[in-house]
Structures are given as structure tokens and as C-alpha cells.
């Protein structure tokens, strides 16, 4: 009977993405139709940009730049390789760092694990201890966990019940043989962004490295990599309405750190990175940043309205209660639970009609509650009642009160079978 698991599993998603296809609305947005759910998970991805699309298509097909950048020998290589470097060069720029030390990778979490075991492998000799948080994305604490079997020694730090790190935790935490610290800018389930200026401060007078998972924030908080001394950042293009598949590592002083490289191939990448450059999804991410960027004063703004009609509404309906510190959470999050209401039942009750998420969709498939929130000091009720909505700049109000209105009337329903 196990053996047939995997083709049973198999063929459950192939029936659920086959009905989704035939039951969809074949004209009109996601976003307007009431046939649709409503789609409040930008955290775990976001639609891309139609600007976005537009650059990529230049680079697919006959006519485009299809072009391998590695071979430039010719001139049709050269011109993929250029396009590279352009969006080098605009990356850069909207993250305040020289271009050389932007290395392209297929997203944060492939950036994440070159970040930590590029450091590790590179100078095991001078430490053997990093130090890091309770709360971080699972590619952090996955790759901690496996640098631990191979004999590194990790300190998880704990979160104060608002959801940051002190910083006087990270200082307290140092060791002589301290190589990294590695912390997560905006957290993906709660919004709350952690003090990294200041922990970047303590660990530029100690000498010690700093690594930022920036998946959440970038093209949407301000990073400035010359104002703030971070020493590796990580990215993802879906994060900021680019595509699936893109991100970068940006390594400060790239030759002076000497990371160690996980794959292994072609020395595509400085040699930190091995395999034929992605064309359309880096001029698709760059793109997205530059637009993410330049947008930014008018969408903060107009999607902190949207969350705080969201919650306002939603207090009108029933007694929730937010996780996280609302004084530093980004706009673009927000995890709550609504009293007696467990997250699981509300998701199902919601599966055709809202999408929210009860955690990190890395994480999914997993029974356990939040290890976040958990870290956080919140359980019982409110532990396993959390859910998270996430919202983009393509939200508008009329979203918002549809949502509150279908969420409402799901709980609705759950209180009369109680």
C-alpha cells in the first residue's frame, strides 16, 4: 500500500490543479472576480508585475535575447551577457552596493544556505559558532541544524513577546569564535521587522559578520547597504511582483570574504554559483526591484491603509488579537486570531473563497502550530487560532471589505455548529 502513496498523492493534486483550471473564471482579474477567491497570501508570492512580464518576454523565443550569457564568443552571448550585468547594476543601485557583489542565485533560500555555509566552510578556521533566532525562515534553521551535525555549535536566539530581537541579545551572545550572526529582517509570518540597524552597529565594533534574510522587505522597506553595515543580504524576486526562481546574494567586500561555493559546475558567478544565468527571470527580478523601488513612497502608504482597514473591520466582527508588535510590523502583514476560532477549520472553511495562510508556506504540509509564534510565548487558543493575510499593492478597498465579509460569514457559520 505504500508504495502506491506517492502516485496517490500524485494524482490528488493533478484532480485539484485540473478543477482549478476548468472552475476558473476564464475572463476578468483574480482580484475582481467573486468567483475567485480572494487572494491574501502575498507573503508567500506575489502576482507578477504586467511591466515585468514585458521585459521577460524579450528575452524567450525566437527573436528575443535567448542567449546563453556564458558564451561569449559571439555576439548574441555577448548581448545575453550585457543584459546580465545591466541588471546587476540596477540591482545595486536600489540596494545601495557595488555590482560585483551582487550573486545571482534561484531565490532567499538558495541565498540563505550559500550565506551561512559560504561563510562556515570559508573560515571554519578562525570559529566554529554562529548565532542566530528562534524565529528565522526554515532555510536559516534547516541549514543551521545540518552546520551543527558537521560540528559547528549555533545559538538560537529567543524573541521578546513583541516578536524582535533585543540587540543587547545579540551582544550578550557573542563569542571570540563568533563567525556570523544571521537574522531575518522582516519576519514572513508575523511582519515584524527586527532592529537591524542596531544589531548591525554591535557586530560592526565586534568584527563579526552579518547576514540578512531580506525576503520580505526588499522593495518594500527602505535598505540601504551603504548606510547600514550589513555584510550578505539575501532576496527574492517573488517576494516584489518579479518571477518564481530569482534571487540574489549581495556579499559586501566579496573578495576579501571568500565564500565557499555550494554548487559546483561552470564558476558561473564569481565561481559561488555554478549553471547557465536564468536571462528572462534576472532582467524580470531587476526590473520588479527597480519598480518596487520607485514606487515605494506611494505604495507603504496605501497598503498600511489597506491592513488597517482590514484589522478595523475585522474588530467590529469579533475579539481578535494581532501577533507581533504593531509599532514595527510592516505594513504588508498581518497575523491574527479570532477567539474560539482554530486556524485549520478556518482555512477550510475559506479554501474556496479567502486565501490566507497559517504560517510560512515553506513550511507547509507541516501539522505542528507556528514555531514562531510558539517562540513568541503565545499558545493555547491564540497559538493554534493564527492566521496570517498578507497584502499587495494591487489590493484595493473593495478587496479588503469582501474579505472581511467572507471571513465573517465563515466564522458565522463555525459558531452555529459549536
Not at 506517492?6 to 476578468?28: E, T
Request: aromatic content about 8%.
Amino acid at each position: 500500500m505504500l508504495y502506491f502513496l506517492p502516485v496517490l498523492v500524485g494524482l490528488y493534486w493533478q484532480a485539484v490543479f485540473l478543477s482549478y483550471l476548468i472552475n476558473r473564471p476564464q475572463s476578468g482579474s483574480w482580484k475582481t472576480m467573486a468567483e475567485e477567491p480572494l487572494y491574501f497570501d502575498t507573503a508567500s508570492t506575489t502576482p507578477v508585475a504586467s511591466e515585468v512580464i514585458e521585459v521577460m518576454m524579450a528575452y524567450l523565443g525566437v527573436g528575443g535575447c535567448y542567449y546563453n550569457p556564458s558564451s561569449t564568443k559571439h555576439q548574441p552571448g555577448q548581448a545575453a551577457a550585457a543584459s546580465v550585468e545591466l541588471s546587476r547594476v540596477e540591482i545595486a543601485k536600489a540596494l545601495g552596493c557595488e555590482s560585483d557583489e551582487v550573486v545571482f542565485t534561484s531565490g532567499a533560500t538558495e541565498a540563505n544556505n550559500l550565506a551561512l555555509r559560504g561563510v562556515a566552510l570559508a573560515h571554519a578556521s578562525h570559529g566554529r559558532h554562529l548565532i542566530t533566532s528562534a524565529i528565522e525562515h526554515k532555510s536559516v534553521l534547516d541549514t543551521c541544524h545540518a552546520l551543527e551535525r558537521e560540528g559547528f555549535e549555533v545559538t538560537y536566539l529567543i524573541p521578546n513577546s513583541q516578536g524582535w530581537i533585543e540587540p543587547e541579545a545579540v551582544k550578550e551572545a557573542l563569542r571570540p569564535d563568533t563567525l556570523l550572526v544571521s537574522l531575518i529582517h522582516t519576519n514572513n509570518e508575523t511582519g515584524v521587522i527586527q532592529p537591524i540597524e542596531a544589531i548591525a552597529n554591535i557586530l560592526m565594533e565586534a568584527g563579526v559578520l552579518f547576514h540578512v534574510d531580506a525576503a520580505q522587505a526588499a522593495g518594500k522597506l527602505p535598505i540601504d547597504l551603504a548606510a547600514t553595515p550589513i555584510d550578505l543580504l539575501s532576496l527574492s524576486a517573488h517576494k516584489f511582483h518579479g518571477p518564481k526562481g530569482a534571487g540574489c546574494l549581495v556579499i559586501r567586500n566579496r573578495r576579501q570574504l571568500r565564500l565557499q561555493p555550494i554548487l559546483y559546475g561552470g564558476g558561473q558567478e564569481f565561481g559561488l554559483r555554478s549553471g547557465t544565468l536564468a536571462t528572462h527571470q534576472i532582467a524580470g527580478m531587476s526590473t520588479a526591484l527597480r519598480l518596487a523601488t520607485s514606487r515605494r513612497q506611494q505604495d507603504y502608504p496605501y497598503v498600511a491603509k489597506l491592513k488597517k482597514v482590514f484589522i478595523e473591520q475585522l474588530e467590529q466582527q469579533f475579539c481578535i488579537k494581532i501577533h507581533g508588535d504593531r509599532e514595527r510590523c510592516s505594513p504588508y502583514i498581518v497575523n491574527f486570531s479570532i477567539n474560539g476560532i482554530g486556524s485549520d477549520a478556518l482555512l477550510n472553511q475559506l479554501a474556496t473563497t479567502v486565501a490566507l495562510s497559517s504560517g510560512s508556506a515553506c513550511s507547509s504540509g507541516t501539522i505542528d502550530p507556528s514555531y514562531v509564534l510558539r517562540a513568541m510565548g503565545v499558545e493555547g487558543d491564540a497559538l493554534y487560532g493564527a492566521v496570517r493575510a498578507s497584502f499587495s499593492r494591487y489590493h484595493t478597498m473593495t478587496d479588503i471589505s469582501q474579505a472581511v465579509e467572507r471571513i465573517t460569514a465563515a466564522v458565522r457559520r463555525m459558531q452555529e455548529l459549536d
